[in-house]
């Protein structure tokens, strides 16, 4: 956040609406579980090694938009033309859209890869991003009939997975894709779907399943969309209605690709349940600065009571890598005891990271672990709710995941976490910010998006809107809701 615009507002501060906390914290009483039957094996002997596997999930879209991710919503699954199955690709660029359509696969790093696939259509270029060495791209205008398109890569040394994608060009035709492939070098094919699924149900579910021989990672599926990511052998489901059917796989994947999905199971959440937490169903939430910047200083004993959540800004970062540690301005004239005393009067207040100039960087486990630690200290030793996540200078997904998932474990249920990602941040699935969103949007209450420093914005139509206006608003928390946030 940036503290420059919050010397801006009354009493230096920069106050947003929040809004419902996610579910979270849920009962989990067990109901009858579903059996399953017996799943499809892919081979009977030892796992055997797959010659130039593809790498691409769904590459003829005959699972419609299954795997990809189309800024503004650009793509859709077309029956004609097709040049292979039955389904192909067809995405609309806006006048500030190119309808890039991507998905993000394992590799190996420092290994050769080649990218090929059918285009037809208006412009319409094919690539491949954060490759770790050089990214390439290649493309065709106005082929009025099925052309391929192929490049070639080397993965860097530290290179773990790569962004391909294809995109036309801004107010051009539609252009159409199909067949896409991914090869590298011969992956481990997977032995079978896994196995011995079960569903407790409840108003979230908790799946487990046995360990498929191979895998590297699971998919989750609720209703047919995939909805997590996970490495071990168990995943809960969170945010479901109550009383409510669902129907729900789980796959395998490894560098090969992904196994066939297990037997559909169906489950039923009870009648009860309901938000948990502390909480209230409607906050506001506001930012309370910890530093004396020459604005009015306000005691955080003199906030409102209208205020759900008092984010303190910031915590600083320490010398030990993803740390932080928090620091009252001497300015203040503040004791521990003075500062604490806001609790008692039921407000959530948590402890915000980050900021314009925040330079708090979690880019490794071992980083995370410290995080996770070092809040939990802070909010030991001051009474701290929760954190808020406020990073404008990056966000590793994958490790930030991990550091409030331990942070999680280590304070329990009525943990509040919230984000306050700027909008640029929340435009597409691909993004760090909104990654670290939904890997954790079981345990997220709330995302308070930066919309007043944004400037125009594309919104989830593929228009443009102005700040400022209730369009602005709506088409880009459009965008969060698309891209799997729930409106809580």
């Given at each position: 956040?940036?503290?420059?615009?919050?010397?801006?507002?009354t009493r230096g501060r920069r106050w947003s609406a929040g809004r419902r906390r996610m579910n979270r914290g849920l009962a989990s009483a067990a109901a009858t579980a579903l059996a399953t039957s017996a799943l499809v094996a892919l081979g009977d002997g030892g796992a055997q090694a797959a010659a130039e596997p593809n790498l691409i999930q769904n590459p003829g879209f005959e699972a419609g938009l299954n795997n990809w991710t189309c800024s503004g919503g650009s793509g859709s699954s077309a029956a004609s033309p097709v040049?292979?199955?039955?389904?192909?690709?067809?995405?609309?660029?806006?006048?500030?859209?190119?309808?890039?359509?991507?998905?993000?696969?394992?590799?190996?790093?420092?290994?050769?890869?080649?990218?090929?696939?059918?285009?037809?259509?208006?412009?319409?270029?094919?690539?491949?991003?954060?490759?770790?060495?050089?990214?390439?791209?290649?493309?065709?205008?106005?082929?009025?009939?099925?052309?391929?398109?192929?490049?070639?890569?080397?993965?860097?040394?530290?290179?773990?997975?790569?962004?391909?994608?294809?995109?036309?060009?801004?107010?051009?035709?539609?252009?159409?894709?199909?067949?896409?492939?991914?090869?590298?070098?011969?992956?481990?094919?997977?032995?079978?779907?896994?196995?011995?699924?079960?569903?407790?149900?409840?108003?979230?579910?908790?799946?487990?399943?046995?360990?498929?021989?191979?895998?590297?990672?699971?998919?989750?599926?609720?209703?047919?969309?995939?909805?997590?990511?996970?490495?071990?052998?168990?995943?809960?489901?969170?945010?479901?209605?109550?009383?409510?059917?669902?129907?729900?796989?789980?796959?395998?994947?490894?560098?090969?690709?992904?196994?066939?999905?297990?037997?559909?199971?169906?489950?039923?959440?009870?009648?009860?349940?309901?938000?948990?937490?502390?909480?209230?169903?409607?906050?506001?939430?506001?930012?309370?600065?910890?530093?004396?910047?020459?604005?009015?200083?306000?005691?955080?004993?003199?906030?409102?009571?209208?205020?759900?959540?008092?984010?303190?800004?910031?915590?600083?970062?320490?010398?030990?890598?993803?740390?932080?540690?928090?620091?009252?301005?001497?300015?203040?004239?503040?004791?521990?005891?003075?500062?604490?005393?806001?609790?008692?009067?039921?407000?959530?207040?948590?402890?915000?990271?980050?900021?314009?100039?925040?330079?708090?960087?979690?880019?490794?486990?071992?980083?995370?672990?410290?995080?996770?630690?070092?809040?939990?200290?802070?909010?030991?030793?001051?009474?701290?709710?929760?954190?808020?996540?406020?990073?404008?200078?990056?966000?590793?997904?994958?490790?930030?995941?991990?550091?409030?998932?331990?942070?999680?474990?280590?304070?329990?249920?009525?943990?509040?976490?919230?984000?306050?990602?700027q909008t640029i941040d929340m435009q597409s699935t691909s993004g760090g910010y909104f990654q670290t969103a939904l890997n954790i949007k079981d345990i997220l209450t709330v995302a308070n998006m930066q919309y007043y420093k944004s400037g125009s914005m594309l919104g989830c139509d593929g228009n443009v809107?102005?700040?400022?206006?209730?369009?602005?608003?709506?088409?880009?928390?459009?965008?969060?809701?698309?891209?799997?946030?729930?409106?809580?």
């Amino acid at each position: 956040m940036d503290r420059a615009l919050r010397d801006r507002h009354t009493r230096g501060r920069r106050w947003s609406a929040g809004r419902r906390r996610m579910n979270r914290g849920l009962a989990s009483a067990a109901a009858t579980a579903l059996a399953t039957s017996a799943l499809v094996a892919l081979g009977d002997g030892g796992a055997q090694a797959a010659a130039e596997p593809n790498l691409i999930q769904n590459p003829g879209f005959e699972a419609g938009l299954n795997n990809w991710t189309c800024s503004g919503g650009s793509g859709s699954s077309a029956a004609s033309p097709v040049h292979g199955g039955a389904s192909s690709l067809s995405a609309t660029p806006a006048s500030a859209d190119n309808a890039k359509c991507s998905q993000t696969v394992s590799v190996q790093p420092n290994s050769a890869y080649e990218l090929s696939g059918w285009v037809q259509g208006g412009y319409v270029y094919l690539g491949a991003s954060g490759t770790g060495t050089t990214d390439v791209s290649t493309w065709s205008q106005a082929a009025s009939d099925w052309k391929q398109l192929s490049t070639k890569f080397t993965t860097g040394p530290n290179t773990t997975s790569v962004t391909f994608y294809r995109h036309g060009w801004y107010g051009q035709p539609a252009y159409h894709a199909d067949d896409l492939t991914l090869t590298g070098p011969p992956g481990q094919e997977l032995q079978a779907a896994p196995a011995g699924l079960a569903a407790p149900t409840s108003s979230s579910v908790t799946l487990s399943w046995n360990p498929t021989k191979g895998a590297t990672g699971y998919h989750v599926y609720q209703d047919g969309k995939r909805v997590q990511a996970v490495s071990g052998t168990s995943a809960t489901v969170t945010g479901l209605a109550p009383a409510t059917s669902y129907k729900l796989q789980v796959t395998a994947t490894n560098t090969a690709g992904e196994s066939p999905k297990s037997a559909e199971i169906t489950a039923t959440t009870t009648a009860g349940g309901g938000d948990g937490g502390t909480v209230p169903k409607h906050t506001v939430t506001g930012y309370w600065q910890n530093f004396d910047n020459g604005a009015t200083v306000q005691k955080i004993s003199d906030v409102q009571n209208q205020y759900d959540i008092i984010a303190v800004a910031f915590a600083d970062a320490t010398t030990t890598p993803g740390a932080v540690d928090f620091n009252l301005d001497p300015a203040l004239k503040y004791s521990g005891a003075q500062f604490k005393a806001k609790q008692a009067a039921g407000k959530s207040v948590i402890l915000s990271v980050g900021g314009e100039k925040g330079t708090v960087s979690v880019n490794s486990a071992t980083a995370a672990t410290n995080f996770a630690n070092s809040v939990y200290a802070q909010m030991q030793e001051f009474g701290f709710d929760g954190v808020d996540i406020d990073l404008e200078n990056g966000i590793n997904p994958t490790y930030m995941t991990q550091a409030l998932r331990a942070l999680s474990a280590k304070a329990g249920p009525d943990l509040v976490i919230t984000m306050t990602p700027q909008t640029i941040d929340m435009q597409s699935t691909s993004g760090g910010y909104f990654q670290t969103a939904l890997n954790i949007k079981d345990i997220l209450t709330v995302a308070n998006m930066q919309y007043y420093k944004s400037g125009s914005m594309l919104g989830c139509d593929g228009n443009v809107y102005s700040q400022g206006t209730v369009d602005f608003l709506t088409a880009l928390a459009c965008i969060q809701l698309q891209g799997g946030l729930k409106p809580s």
